[in-house]
């Protein structure tokens, strides 16, 4: 549920904190989209492909903080419609 400071139709998602199993965090979509542009410019900026690698990896996990869920079940919408 968004607060009253949020709009209704954002993308938030609820996690619990790490070691607090009663409390959570919401995350926003704006958040993510901010993180994830942030990323995107050191991807492009380093030289080295282990870095690269591993800034990818981090966008990858931190891109499925809101979207993973939804994007696979659009996927698997999408391949069923397509059969």
Same mark, same amino acid.
């Given at each position: 549920?968004?607060?009253?400071?949020?709009?209704?139709?954002?993308?938030?998602?609820?996690?619990?904190?790490?070691?607090?199993?009663? *409390?959570?965090?919401? /995350?926003?979509?704006?958040?993510?989209?901010?993180?994830?542009?942030?990323?995107?410019?050191? /991807?492009?900026?380093?030289?080295?492909?282990?870095?690269?690698?591993?800034?990818? *990896?981090?966008?990858?996990?931190?891109?499925?903080? /809101?979207?993973? *869920?939804?994007?696979?079940?659009?996927?698997?919408?999408?391949?069923?419609?397509?059969?």
């Amino acid at each position: 549920m968004p607060s009253q400071n949020e709009p209704a139709d954002d993308r938030n998602s609820l996690l619990p904190l790490e070691g607090e199993s009663d *409390e959570y965090e919401v /995350i926003t979509s704006e958040e993510v989209d901010r993180v994830l542009d942030a990323l995107d410019a050191l /991807i492009e900026s380093v030289n080295s492909d282990n870095i690269r690698v591993a800034l990818e *990896e981090a966008a990858d996990s931190v891109y499925s903080l /809101i979207y993973g *869920e939804d994007d696979e079940s659009c996927e698997e919408d999408d391949q069923s419609e397509a059969a």
